[in-house]
């Protein structure tokens, strides 16, 4: 895997600058060439401790190579890093596409760092490699805050499985919070399974919609609406305003009909406008009273707990399946064992114990 | 583990009724004496194909049983009897307690055996052992079907790890199917993750559900709403019509919000009352269209195909992680690395991968 930040092109960026240069775009995307990493694991963590955008930057590619001495100076760092973080909100922002997430982001981003503060904007998106062109285009799409020296873009680790591309997003957290962002935004598609990921490392989980025809759900996947702390109904502007209440009110009465969220919260329903910045300081009012009210009740700590607890026996039991579903003999048994299962020919169970039989003597 | 049907008074009853005694109560419950299972597994497997319920019951209580040698008989049981299965519908009937669903699965289960064929109830409980008393109750309250020469009720199998008992279940009704009923249906308590289990061994989610106060939901949890093909206002007699037809239309907008089904299929929203036995015709003419519904486009028989498959992988998954939490070094240092992981001493992936590398040199 190629670490395009450490060419020469990447080292002629101003290193020193406690923030990315107006206008610079992440040399990720600018050069294919191979190199190596040329900062000890101390430079790596003394350069982010102090704010050093492009050193951050770098750290978060080493996260996210695959290459095995890559990953090790990585963890490193992030376990050297630990002590600085955990002083931040991490908000969750989803919608289908269409429903104006960048254009939201760019102005939501603009708002809160009005009142200081850095922010970090993430993405978990593992089907980026088919669509690598539409999140280059959803940066640039983010217009001011790509030049905005307090903010942090970094588009979604390459595509990979679910597990693995969430499990960067969250060690890209870690770094930026020890780099001094207080404010870290986790964009998904809101089209898949990544909501579930995205949902287990925030605070706040943000379900960006549009006034539909009776059908607003018809793009979201089940379970997702039931994970949000605000649905906020976008492009509530000229004629749509209407439509947009109307939408409003049909979410609040299906979250009415659900039951209580663990946090005591009662999840809001905002209509707003990102193009023309209408209602954004209503959506962050609400988003900021969840955190005071959640901090109140000792839901934040709680839940930030059991998201930690979550990824550890989460990326056990991955490691366990993979270990499994990665055999030589297995995978090439599996197939057979599961017609066998679907003909009637042996139960599930039987399948499932043989399998694991093989597996164990081996 | 004592297996008290092959005990002497268990052999007194009418061991070749192709039924159950009319007002024999499960002998299960009756003694408590120890002895050993003496029939071959051809003895089994003729005895079920029969259709003597007898001999079914006994096997079931092979397939509960934890003794290994009752295990191995249990197995080749049902792998013999596999050939004779899947011609049956399998309805999973849940509802929070109170919610009337004895009364429901009596009248419910009087009304489709109206047209002939036998109905298997069973019945996945994690926490029977602690309420052993209402599910025998539950049983003694479904007073028509427990004499009903072609009806079988069976409580849950004891309490245990969900996955075992739902395992239990699913592989009762193998037998059941074999031993010719054709129509299952799967109780649970509708109050925990027993639904996931219920959902995927049946073809229709039914949902029983009281007129409440706006808060209808209070007692269900997160995600069992989305999972029902139909949901069913139990109660709606007398002054309370009005009440339930209320509900009925709130969760009809709530439902219309939900993202469609796998099935295409439309949940619907009825109103009845099973103790006065208004509108159980109505619930089951619904039930049937679905059948309809997916067998002519194809999802029936996809989605048993699905759950073949998802019980082969969850029998797998579940066993590779007992073999990693339940071995001794690791469930000895777990805690603390979890207490480490919460003290941000470490990440949630360092730990998980320290555990692995100590459990894979094991």
Redesign the interface.
């Known amino acids: 895997m190629e670490h395009p930040e450490n060419s020469d092109e990447y080292k002629g960026l101003a290193v020193n600058s406690g923030v990315v240069s107006p206008g610079s775009i992440n040399p990720y995307f600018q050069s294919r060439r191979k190199s190596r990493p040329t900062l000890s694991v101390q430079d790596y963590v003394d350069g982010i401790v102090k704010g050093n955008v492009t050193v951050l930057s770098q750290a978060v590619t080493l996260v996210e190579s695959l290459k095995p001495e890559h990953q090790a100076i990585a ?1 490193e760092v ?2 050297k890093c ?2 600085y ?2 002083n931040s909100v991490r908000i969750g922002i989803s919608g289908v596409p269409g429903a104006g997430k960048s254009t939201s982001i760019d102005a939501f981003g603009l708002h809160v760092l009005k009142d200081g503060g850095k922010l970090a904007v993430l993405a978990i998106d593992p089907s980026s490699e088919r669509t690598k062109g539409s999140i280059l285009g959803d940066k640039t799409r983010m217009e001011r805050l790509a030049v905005h020296p307090k903010a942090f873009i970094r588009p979604s680790p390459a595509a990979g499985s679910l597990g693995g591309v969430a ?1 960067k997003t ?2 890209t957290i ?1 770094l930026c919070e020890a780099a001094g962002f207080d404010k870290i935004f986790v964009e998904t598609v809101g089209v898949g399974q990544s909501e579930t990921a995205v949902h287990s490392m925030v605070d706040f989980f943000l379900l960006i919609q549009l006034a539909g025809t ?1 059908d ?8 997702i ?2 994970m949000a702390d605000g649905i906020i109904i976008n492009k509530a502007d000229g004629d749509n305003i209407t439509k947009a209440e109307q939408a409003a009110s ?2 609040r ?2 979250l ?5 969220s663990e946090s005591g919260w009662t999840p809001q329903v905002l209509t707003y406008s990102g193009f023309y910045e209408i209602g954004i300081k209503e959506v962050w009012d609400m988003v900021w009273s969840y955190m005071d009210f959640v901090k109140k009740n000792g839901y934040f700590q709680y839940r930030r ?1 059991e998201q ?6 989460e ?3 991955e ?3 993979n ?2 579903y990665h055999d030589p003999e297995i995978s090439a048994l599996l197939k057979n ?2 017609q066998e ?2 003909a ?10 043989r ?2 039989e093989l597996y164990r003597k081996n």
């Open positions: 963890q992030i376990e630990l002590p973080t955990g499990r969250r060690e870690v009776g607003e759900l018809q793009g979201i996947k089940r379970g609406m039931e049909s979410f009465n299906a009415h009909l659900f039951p209580p707990n930690a607890k979550y990824w550890m026996y990326t056990i039991n490691s366990l399946k270990g499994f064992y599961e299962v679907l009637g020919q042996q139960t599930s169970f039987t399948a499932a114990r399998l694991l």
